[in-house]
């Protein structure tokens, strides 16, 4: 027995005369997928470069990266009615347009923190009606009965964009941040920046006058102005993290030295089990 959703599409010919553009309008869903979570994980990827670039803190960067969910949430059900007022193209044209602009705008960050965070917002708003908009498309578009596929093709182009955020945004960030000098790297150094970063601060640091420049000398000098200042300061950051790592422990061996001190303290004072009594014991035992 056909349900009242299947006799609609029947009575508007979405499955009696199926035409060839419903394919082109399913690729073209499925490519705005790629795209949306493209431009949503690039931000992830890049998380650490922002961090070190702008000079912002955990917590930063944390508010940074939710400012775009506290958005895309609030703003899902109000992009739907409107892609219903205004037509599914128009509105997911103007989604797509919008959420671009709020990703080239991206670079502005660089003057305000709160310049990052309104573009993020921003960015949050534009994206939420991509999916919404795209299943009103569907419906008139693909028959009852191929809207299942449709849907996970759709849904699978947003898993491909996510991958290719992984591979566009390292392959750009090594073609923008150029490294003309070899270098041998410790685990250690790649998994914390901060470090390598004070290491080639010290050995430009190192060099006597008239010596050969040692091979960190030698790549720190090859940057720019700009890099060199990221990379003293993150050098600066690392001197931080291990002066206050260091108080940290001296007051931890403080406390283990104190509590063991008061142990010793109160077992001095404390008499023996087994001892002998004294004069003023028999004393009161008597009385």
Not at 187 to 208: K, N, T
């Amino acid at each position: 027995m056909a349900t009242t959703e299947q006799r609609l599409d029947e009575s508007r010919g979405a499955s009696t005369r199926p035409t060839n553009i419903r394919h082109w309008v399913v690729a073209a869903t499925a490519l705005t997928s790629v795209l949306l979570y493209l431009d949503r994980f690039c931000v992830s990827f890049a998380e650490i470069y922002i961090k070190e670039d702008l000079g912002l803190s955990d917590g930063q960067i944390g508010w940074m990266l939710s400012a775009f969910f506290w958005t895309y949430a609030l703003a899902q059900v109000p992009s739907g009615w409107f892609s219903d007022r205004f037509g599914s193209r128009p509105m997911l044209t103007l989604y797509v347009l919008l959420w671009s602009l709020f990703t080239a705008l991206t670079g502005l960050a660089a003057f305000s923190f709160v310049v990052l965070i309104l573009l993020r917002l921003g960015f949050g708003v534009a994206q939420a009606g991509a999916y919404p908009t795209s299943a009103a498309i569907l419906s008139k578009w693909v028959p009852f009965t191929n809207r299942g596929l449709a849907s996970s093709i759709v849904a699978v182009g947003g898993r491909v964009g996510g991958v290719l955020a992984f591979l566009l945004t390292g392959t750009l960030i090594l073609w923008f941040v150029p490294i003309s000098a070899d270098s041998r790297l410790q685990p250690g150094d790649v998994m914390d920046p901060a470090r390598l970063s004070y290491q080639l601060v010290e050995a430009d640091r190192s060099e006597p006058a008239g010596a050969a420049e040692s091979l960190g000398a030698e790549l720190l000098k090859s940057m720019s102005s700009d890099e060199q200042a990221v990379i003293r300061r993150n050098a600066e950051r690392h001197v931080a993290d291990l002066q206050a790592a260091l108080k940290a422990e001296i007051a931890r061996r403080e406390q283990a030295a104190r509590s063991t001190l008061r142990l010793l303290t109160i077992e001095y004072w404390r008499p023996p089990k087994n001892a002998a009594p004294t004069l003023r014991d028999v004393k009161l035992d008597q009385a």
